[in-house]
């Protein structure tokens, strides 16, 4: 059973402030001694732990480092990051039917995800560390945010693709911010399995999401969430619908709200209900709250449109599961072609994400229909990146371009025809 508690004391291992707990056995760490990705005991996963947690009065700036009160350092390579919109999408809003839907677009970070959250604290803590290879496993949008923060920090960085399940726009931010790209003929599971191994053989600095400093970073969404919506709306949003691939952002936002808990900036009753989706190929998620499971069961065969949540063994779920369940929220699936059409409704009012964001929206919608989610509800659906991100299902899930001859007449019959 995990134990999510942020209770305990700075240990003697802590660092100004900050230390790493396994949320297995308990175990305390140093946080920046050495590299360390799971706990050396138990396995388990680690978590950042701090001696003090701030209020919402605590923050000043911008971005992610806005935040700086709740992360390990005051600032990190950054370019910058964070400070994304809560778009307002009446159309949609009326057509699910809830009090309020507003969706917060992570799409809109410098590369194009809300993955540049993470490695702006990630690769802090690699310079603190003194480390000179980055490396991560990719769906792709990682690997466009590791390339671009390790590039502008003057690091090596590595990056480990599948082969062919990459959308284009993502590969070629990798290519061009200077990572090395290696095309693995496996799935994304199966090339995270590699690069920790490589990592633990200390041949380069782990920055997926089992890294707890790319969670620091991540929990800013929750933090943004919550602020921009009490600004406008006076009270906290009831629901917050996330994709789920690794488990990453799941995790990121309970730890968001937990802190928020225990520095007595938000009533246990306002904490909103974490809903995660995931494609109907690719949900051991949701089998695993189905199920009841504290951990999910690896699926060794996934397959969707949505790339980025082409995954089996969400790293992440035992900080997450527990997440979901506390806060009352839930876990669906959804079809590929509910996806290409809430990517479509999304299109339409102006807001560009790709398939994997446009799940949140595939799932609330299916929520609604099942009755799960109340008509009275505040909702925020998030969209985890940018539709350039994915061109051909842009193309593909778009109008067709029209031929049409070089002569002004000949379009104006064309259009009237
Ligand atoms: C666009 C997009 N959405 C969602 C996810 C999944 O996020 P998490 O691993 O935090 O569940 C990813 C991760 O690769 C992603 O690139
Ligand atoms: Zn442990």
Not at 360 to 380: F, H, I, M, T, Y
């Amino acid at each position: 059973m995990s134990d999510l508690s942020l209770a305990a004391a700075a240990p003697d291992c802590a660092d100004d402030g900050v230390w790493l707990a396994c949320i297995e056995c308990g175990e305390q760490l140093a946080p920046f001694d050495e590299p360390t990705y799971r706990c050396p005991d138990c396995g388990g996963l680690l978590e950042a732990r701090y001696e003090q947690y701030p209020t919402f009065e605590e923050f000043s700036g911008r971005g992610v480092w806005r935040y700086d009160a709740a992360l390990p350092f005051d600032h990190g390579v950054s370019l910058p990051e964070g400070d994304t919109p809560l778009h307002e999408v009446p159309r949609l809003e009326a057509d699910v039917g809830v009090r309020s839907l507003r969706i917060k677009h992570e799409g809109m970070n410098p590369t194009g995800s809300f993955k540049d959250r993470g490695m702006t604290v990630g690769v802090r803590v690699a310079e603190e560390l003194g480390v000179s290879r980055l490396a991560c496993a990719s769906t792709g949008n990682t690997s466009a945010a590791l390339a671009a923060y390790g590039g502008r920090a003057g690091l090596e960085t590595l990056v480990l693709l599948p082969a062919g399940k990459v959308a284009a726009g993502k590969v070629a931010q990798a290519a061009l911010h200077g990572a090395r790209i290696l095309e693995v003929d496996g799935n994304f599971d199966a090339c995270l399995d590699i690069v920790s191994e490589l990592a633990d053989r200390g041949e380069a600095y782990l920055l997926n999401s089992l890294n707890p400093f790319r969670l620091e970073g991540q929990k800013t969404i929750g933090f943004e969430i919550l602020e921009t919506f009490r600004d406008e709306y006076g009270r906290f949003p009831d629901r917050i619908v996330l994709p789920v691939g690794n488990a990453g952002n799941t995790a990121a936002l309970y730890k968001a709200f937990r802190e928020l808990v225990r520095a007595g900036a938000l009533a246990e009753d306002e904490v909103p209900m974490l809903t995660g989706v995931q494609a109907a190929g690719a949900a051991p998620m949701v089998e695993a709250i189905e199920e009841g499971y504290e951990d999910t069961e690896r699926w060794e065969d996934v397959e969707t449109r949505a790339t980025a949540i082409r995954i089996g063994n969400p790293v992440n779920a035992p900080k997450a599961l527990p997440g979901i369940r506390a806060t009352g929220g839930t876990a669906v699936a959804v079809a590929d072609d509910a996806i290409t059409d809430a990517q479509r409704a999304l299109a339409e009012e102006g807001v560009g994400v790709e398939p994997a964001s446009a799940a949140s929206v595939a799932g609330l919608r299916k929520l609604r229909e099942e009755g799960v989610v109340d008509d009275g509800e505040d909702v925020v659906c998030l969209t985890t990146g940018h539709l350039l991100k994915d061109p051909d299902a842009a193309a593909a899930a778009g109008a067709e371009p029209e031929p049409v001859a070089n002569d002004t007449e000949a379009i104006l019959d064309h259009l009237s025809g």
